[in-house]
């Protein structure tokens, strides 16, 4: 059985003695290094560190494991969040397990089936707003303060912490901080959580360095590249159909303080790293964990040399909770008989 990050990362976790400790099996995630890719992009050595592998399919479960450790010590019956889709997901396993009721507010027809039969299966209570992440996130800001419902986004100074032990899993498993980090940026949780972890870390002198923090929203989603709200979000990259991030000034100093920068990635940048990626890596990640990998591509382009660096890449979700993204452009199949001379001719074995 795996230790639960609420011990193994104890000392530097808001734990006390009636924290309930419990894991549903989060964390602990693969760092695949991937030759092809580093040939490709032409970096030193690159790994991808697959979050997708948690539990329920993304980054969220190591935060709300926190989160709802937390909410459980203080006594709450019930927990909220507004959500592309991953947090509502993680937010209603993690309540169901904890016998918790979970309420979610997503925007309509604007998030992954996958990610919302997970919520229905989890049992959570929905509601589809009639507007975006930004405005839902609102609703559930207001509702919390009002009524006695612990707030589960990345508000909640818990999740960030819970979020934060993949930096120190990434350094536990290479001995070292990795030269560059690229990670997706949505509302800004993820990049201020890894930041917040690597400074901790280096701190506690378990590492001698910390990587440049290199972010990367969707373009039509991009209210940090370009300085200003974007009033309607617009990316095939859902789960970062963001336009005015929470964690926005902890995003900006994250990449301020590691000499890093905040990018944006197309759509199709964003398509054809999650193509590439699939079959270069074996690794299907969801879009928005895509745009690390379009951002690792499109600087590298641009010159940055990578070439002597180590990189790492979050791939922050599964691509299976959202196949309809990849099935957009897809090829179709070749339709055959069952005949086996048929099919060696259309094989062209033959
Ligand atoms: C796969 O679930 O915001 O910058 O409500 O699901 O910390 O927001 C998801 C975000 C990247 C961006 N990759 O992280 C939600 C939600 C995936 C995600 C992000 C999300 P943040």
């Known amino acids: 059985m795996r230790t639960s990050i609420l011990v193994r990362y104890k000392d530097y976790l808001p734990i006390t003695a009636d924290t309930p400790l419990f894991s549903l099996g989060e964390a602990d995630t693969p760092l695949v290094r991937c030759k092809a890719l580093e040939t490709e992009i032409g970096c030193g050595e690159l790994y991808l560190k697959l979050e997708g592998c948690n539990p329920t399919g993304s980054f969220k479960d190591r935060g709300m494991v926190v989160a709802i450790a937390k909410a459980m010590e203080a006594g709450s019956k019930a927990v909220m969040c507004a959500s592309t889709g991953n947090t509502s997901a993680s937010a209603a396993a993690y309540a169901a397990y904890c016998g918790l009721t979970a309420v979610v507010i997503v925007p309509k027809g604007k998030i992954a089936l996958g990610k919302l039969a997970q919520a229905i299966v989890y049992g959570a209570k929905i509601l589809s707003v009639d507007g975006n992440f930004d405005q839902a996130l609102q609703m559930v800001r207001g509702l919390t303060e009002k009524h006695p419902i612990t707030l589960v986004n990345s508000l909640n100074p818990h999740r960030i912490d819970g979020q934060k032990t993949a930096a120190f899993e990434i350094v536990d498993v290479l001995g070292e901080a990795p ?43 991009a209210p940090i590249v370009r300085g200003h709200v974007v009033e309607k979000p617009e990316t095939v990259a859902s789960a970062i159909r963001i336009g005015n991030p929470a964690s ?80 957009k452009d897809a090829q179709p199949f070749i339709e055959v008989p069952a005949d086996l001379a048929a099919i060696e001719k259309v094989l062209g074995w033959a």
């Open 179 to 221: 030269d560059y980090l690229f990670i997706p940026v949505g509302n800004a949780g993820n990049i201020t959580a890894y930041w917040k972890g690597f400074v901790e870390y280096f701190q506690a002198t378990k590492a001698r360095s910390k990587p440049k923090m290199m972010g990367f929203q969707a373009e039509g989603a």
């Open 248 to 327: 926005w000034k902890k995003a900006v100093a994250a990449r301020d303080e590691s000499g890093g920068v905040i990018d944006m990635v197309s759509d199709a940048e964003i398509l054809a790293a999650q193509r590439l990626m699939a079959s270069k890596a074996g690794v299907f990640g969801e879009p928005a964990s895509a745009a690390s990998v379009a951002g690792l591509i499109k600087l590298s382009r641009k010159g940055l040399d990578l070439s002597k660096k180590r990189a790492v890449c979050i791939i922050t979700g599964t691509g299976l909770k959202d196949t309809d993204a990849a099935l």
